[in-house]
C-alpha cells in the first residue's frame, strides 16, 4: 500500500516497522531505496540507517539530488543546506531547525521531534524537515513511502523544472538577497561547466566549475556545458542582486523578523530556543549585589544565571562574538549601554519580569531580528533601539508609561508598531525608519495623548485610539503616503498644519464632536478630494483648507447647519 505524504506531514513514524538497520548491525541489505524524480540516489559512504523507528537519511546525498547547495560548518557542527533562496541550518544534538529565506531575510526555527546525528561523518535527519524546508507553491516537494519496497520516492519540482529547461542544474536561481549566497552547479558526467561572472559568453577557455562559491554582490552569472568538441545544450544566465547590507561593516545575512499583521489576528508567537545557548558561570563575568557589571567571555550564544536583577551599564557593549541572550526571570532592569554596539546579536528573549530598558541599551544592534518587550516594562529610554534595522515590528506594551525620545530611530526596517500603552508618541521616534508604514493603537485614552508622526513620508496606515482630544499641531504634516484616515469620535480640535502636505491622503472623515479646525489643518493636499463632516459646520479658518478651493469637495450630512457661513460659503460642498 502505498502512503503519500505531502511536505508537512511527517514521513515516516509508525510507518517503518522497528527493525535494526544494516548499518548498525552491520548484516543484512540496506533497509532503505531513495529515489528523486525517478533516480534512485547513489549514497557512497554512509546508506540511509533506521533509529528508533525512524528512517534516518544523509543530508547530503539527498540535498545534492534536490539540486541543493550543502555545507558542513565544524566549529558550530552545523550543517547547512540551501536551494533557491532558502537556508537550512541543522545542529548535531539539537533538535531546532533554522530556516532563512535568503531573499527576504526572514527567518524561523522548526522543532524537530529528532536530533540530527553523525554516522561516518556524515549528517543524518529524517526526509520529513528537509521537505518542510525545500518545498514552496513554486516548486512543491511531494513525498512517498512505499512500504513494500521500503522505498521512499521524492517528487521535486524545482529539480523537475531545471532539468526540463535543459540548463546547467544550479542550486540558485535568479534573485534579489539579503545577504551572500554559496552557489553550487551539478556538472553532467559527460562534461565541464565553465562559467563567467561579468555576464560575458562562457567559451572553451572560461574557468571550470570545480567547487561551490559565495557570491555576496550583484552579478550576472552564465554557465554552459562545454566539452571539448563545443557547446552542449544552451548557455545558461542568472541574475543575483543584493539589498545594501545593514549600516556598519558587518555584512552577513539579517535575519527575520515575522510579517507585521494586526495584533488580534495573528498573536505574536512564543519565543523560540537559539541554537547552542550555554549558562554563564562567574568565569565568565562580573556579577555583585546582582549587577551583572562586565563580561568577558567568547560564548556566542548564552543564558545568564538566575539571580542577575540588573544588567550593568556597558556590560557587554561593543561585543562582536555575542549573538544570542537569554534573560532569567530576576532580570527587571537593563542599563544605559548594555548592548551597545554588539553588531552581530540577533536573538534576545526578555525576562518577563523587565521593568527598565535604558538609554542606548541596544543601541547599533543592527542584526536584532525581535524586540519582544515585555508586559511588564515601565519605562524605555532614548535610543534604546536606535539603529536595530532588522527589526520589523515592535509592540510597546500597556505599562510603559515613559517611551524615550528617537528611541526606533533608523530601523529603517521597521515597517509596524503596535502601540497599546497610552503614552505621547512622535515622529521623532522613528526618523529614518524609512519603510515604516503601519502604527496602530489598542487602547482608549482616559487623558490627551500627543499623537505627531510629522514627516514620516512611508506612513500608510494609522488607526488613532478613541478617547484622543486633539489631533496637535503639524500631527501628520509630510505624511505624504497617507491615503484614509478616520478621526476619533472623541477628537474636539485639528491643529494648525495637522495634515498639511499629506499629498497622498484621498478621504479624511471628521466626526461631529470637531468644533476648530486650525489654520493651513489640510493645505497642500494634492489627491484630496472628499472631506466628510458627520455634524455642524466647525469654526475654521480661511486657509485651513488652502488650495483646495477648487479640487476638494466638503460632503456634510443633511440636516447638519452652518455650511452656508465664512468661510464653508466659499468651498465646494454637496450634502449626504
Known amino acids: 500500500m502505498k502512503k503519500i505524504i505531502m511536505l508537512v506531514i511527517i514521513l515516516i513514524t509508525a510507518a517503518v516497522p522497528c527493525v535494526i538497520s544494516a548499518e548498525e548491525s552491520g548484516t543484512g541489505p540496506k533497509p532503505v531505496t531513495v529515489s528523486v524524480n525517478g533516480a534512485e540516489v547513489v549514497f557512497p559512504d554512509q546508506e540511509p540507517v533506521i533509529i528508533h523507528d525512524r528512517t534516518f537519511l544523509p543530508i547530503r546525498a539527498v540535498a545534492e539530488s534536490l539540486y541543493a547547495s550543502v555545507e558542513w560548518i565544524e566549529g558550530k557542527k552545523c550543517a547547512v543546506v ?250 527587571k532592569r537593563i542599563g544605559y549601554d548594555a548592548f551597545n554596539g554588539c553588531t552581530d546579536l540577533y536573538y534576545l528573549k526578555f525576562s518577563e519580569n523587565t521593568e527598565f530598558i535604558g538609554l542606548r541599551a541596544f543601541y547599533g544592534c543592527y542584526k536584532l531580528e525581535r524586540a519582544d518587550i515585555p508586559e511588564s516594562t515601565a519605562e524605555i529610554g532614548e535610543l534604546a533601539f536606535f539603529n536595530c534595522s532588522a527589526l520589523k515590528t515592535v509592540s510597546i506594551p500597556a505599562n510603559v508609561a515613559k517611551l524615550g525620545k528617537s528611541v526606533f530611530r533608523e530601523c529603517w526596517r521597521l515597517k509596524t508598531v503596535r502601540v497599546f500603552a497610552p503614552v505621547d508618541v512622535d515622529g521623532g521616534m522613528f526618523r529614518g525608519c524609512t519603510e515604516f508604514e503601519n502604527i496602530i493603537f489598542y487602547y482608549k485614552a482616559e487623558r490627551d495623548v500627543r499623537i505627531s508622526l510629522e514627516e514620516l513620508e512611508s506612513l500608510r496606515v494609522i488607526d488613532l485610539p478613541e478617547g484622543i482630544l486633539t489631533v496637535p499641531e503639524g500631527a501628520f504634516y509630510g505624511c505624504k503616503s497617507l491615503k484614509e484616515l478616520k478621526i476619533p469620535e472623541t477628537v474636539t480640535a485639528i491643529g494648525d498644519h495637522a495634515f498639511s502636505n499629506c499629498s497622498g491622503i484621498l478621504k479624511i472623515t471628521v466626526p461631529k464632536s470637531v468644533g476648530y ?50 468661510p464653508w460659503d466659499r468651498l465646494n460642498k454637496m450634502s449626504y
Request: overall charge negative; aromatic content about 10%.
Open 82 to 331: 540551501s536551494r533557491n533562496g532558502v537556508k537550512a541550518e541543522l545542529f548535531i544534538g539539537n533538535s531546532l531547525m533554522v530556516v532563512t529565506d535568503e531573499r527576504t531575510g526572514r527567518m524561523r526555527t522548526v522543532e524537530m521531534d529528532v536530533e540530527p546525528v553523525l554516522r561516518s561523518d556524515r549528517t543524518l535527519l529524517p526526509l520529513r524537515y528537509i521537505a518542510e524546508a525545500f518545498g514552496t507553491a513554486e516548486y512543491p516537494v511531494a513525498v512517498e513511502w512505499e512500504s513494500k519496497t521500503k522505498t521512499v520516492l521524492i517528487g521535486d519540482g524545482y529539480r523537475e523544472a531545471i532539468d526540463k529547461s535543459g540548463g546547467v542544474p544550479i542550486s540558485h536561481q535568479n534573485g534579489n538577497f539579503k545577504g551572500p549566497v554559496r552557489i553550487t552547479v551539478y556538472p553532467p558526467a559527460d562534461g565541464k561547466v565553465r562559467y563567467t561572472l561579468d555576464g560575458s559568453e562562457p567559451m572553451l577557455g572560461s574557468e571550470v566549475y570545480e567547487q561551490s562559491f559565495v557570491i555576496d554582490r550583484n552579478t550576472t552569472f552564465r554557465a554552459a556545458v562545454i566539452s571539448d568538441t563545443g557547446l552542449k545544450g544552451k548557455t545558461s544566465s542568472f541574475l543575483y542582486t543584493f539589498d545594501r547590507y545593514d549600516p556598519g561593516d558587518g555584512g552577513g545575512d539579517i535575519p527575520p523578523a515575522k510579517t507585521p499583521a494586526p495584533q488580534d489576528e495573528y498573536p505574536t508567537p512564543e519565543p523560540v530556543i537559539t541554537p547552542q545557548t550555554v549558562l554563564l558561570t562567574d568565569t565568565d563575568c562580573i556579577i555583585e549585589n546582582g549587577v551583572l557589571k562586565e563580561y568577558y567571555g567568547r560564548e556566542a550564544y548564552i543564558t545568564l544565571p538566575d539571580g542577575v536583577t540588573e544588567i550593568g551599564e556597558g556590560a557587554f557593549a561593543d561585543n562582536k562574538t555575542l549573538k544570542a541572550v537569554i534573560m532569567p526571570g530576576s532580570v
Open 517 to 566: 479646525i486650525g489654520s493651513r489643518a489640510f493645505s497642500h493636499c494634492k489627491a484630496l478630494t472628499g472631506i466628510y463632516f458627520e455634524g455642524n459646520a466647525p469654526r475654521a479658518e480661511l486657509d485651513s483648507f488652502e488650495d483646495l478651493f477648487t479640487t476638494t469637495y466638503i460632503y456634510y450630512k443633511s440636516g447638519t447647519t452652518g455650511w452656508d457661513t465664512w
